[in-house]
C-alpha cells in the first residue's frame, strides 16, 4: 500500500508542478491535458482543452498527483510537508515559497525544529517547511 496526495489547481497545475520540478528538485514523471485524453469528457469548457487532466511529480522520495478543477480553492486544512536536510536549504526553499505567497508561520527555531514555517505558495498549495532538530 502506498499513500500519495493529490492536489487540485484552479488552471495552474502545469505552471505550479515546473515551478517545483525547477525550485525543490522533481521530477514531472506524467502530464496530461484534457485535450490529449483518449476518452474526452464532453463537460470540459473548450477553454479547458489545454489544462491539466492529472500530472504525477515526484519530489523527495514521494509523488505528488495534480489536475487543474474549474472552481478549485486553496488548501485550508492540509499541508504538504517538507523535511529539509538542512537550515540553509530549508530557508532557500522558504523564500522561493513565499515569493507571491502568504506565509501563516514565519520561519523560525521552534523546541522540534532547528526551521519550521508555515505558508500558502502563490499556486494555493499549503506547505509546512521543517528542518528536525537532532535527536539524543
Not at 44 to 61: M, N, S
Amino acid at each position: 500500500m502506498k499513500l500519495l496526495t493529490y492536489v487540485n489547481y484552479g488552471g495552474n497545475c502545469a505552471e505550479a508542478f515546473r515551478f517545483y520540478e525547477k525550485n525543490l528538485g522533481g521530477k514531472i514523471v506524467m502530464m496530461m491535458i484534457h485535450g490529449e485524453s483518449p476518452e474526452p469528457n464532453p463537460n470540459v469548457p473548450a477553454d479547458w482543452k489545454k489544462a491539466i487532466l492529472h500530472a504525477r511529480i515526484d519530489i523527495g522520495g514521494t509523488s505528488l498527483l495534480g489536475a487543474d478543477i474549474p472552481k478549485a480553492e486553496p488548501m485550508k486544512s492540509v499541508y504538504l510537508s517538507l523535511m529539509l536536510d538542512s537550515v540553509e536549504e530549508a530557508e532557500r526553499v522558504f523564500a522561493v515559497l513565499t515569493d507571491g505567497g502568504q506565509v501563516f508561520m514565519p520561519m523560525q527555531e521552534t523546541f522540534f525544529a532547528l526551521r519550521f514555517a508555515m505558508l500558502r505558495d502563490k499556486f494555493g498549495t499549503s506547505w509546512m517547511i521543517l528542518k528536525e532538530r537532532p535527536q539524543g
